[in-house]
């Protein structure tokens, strides 16, 4: 069974960073991508950036360049690094983790979810 717990949410600026984080609890199992999805009220959950077990990664347009998904293997932490925020990045951010294999970009693959952390740009 696999845990997640996410952090790191608040209120910036436009222009300004933040940096999401999430704690991975997990059992002996292999995970297939670990990803971070954000929403908006009355949107569907949308994909932001993945991180694989093999350590490659992938970002939606709207955020490359900007965002940076990376691990801390050793702490089995995922963290999401936000530059240069735009009102169109508010949204409830999820960490979520697979052992599927598949398009990463998509949510109906993922097992895991954790709460949500909101972000808010203003």
């Known amino acids: 069974h696999v845990q997640l717990v996410e952090s790191g949410g608040g209120s910036v600026q436009v222009g300004e960073s933040l940096r999401l984080s999430c704690v991975v609890s997990?059992?002996?199992?292999?995970?297939?991508?670990m990803s971070w999805f954000r929403q908006v009220p009355g949107k569907e959950r949308e994909a932001v950036a993945a991180i694989s077990g093999g350590d490659v990664t992938g970002y939606a347009d709207s955020v490359k360049g900007r965002f940076t998904i990376y691990r801390d293997k050793g702490k089995d932490q995922l963290y999401l690094q936000m530059n240069n925020m735009t009102h169109k990045d508010t949204a409830m951010y999820y960490c979520?983790?697979?052992?599927?294999?598949?398009?990463?970009?998509?949510?109906?693959?993922?097992?895991?979810w954790g709460q949500g952390t909101q972000v808010t740009v203003s």
């Open positions: 997990r059992g002996p199992i292999s995970i297939a991508y």
């Open positions: 979520a983790a697979t052992t599927r294999s598949g398009v990463w970009a998509k949510a109906s693959i993922y097992e895991y």
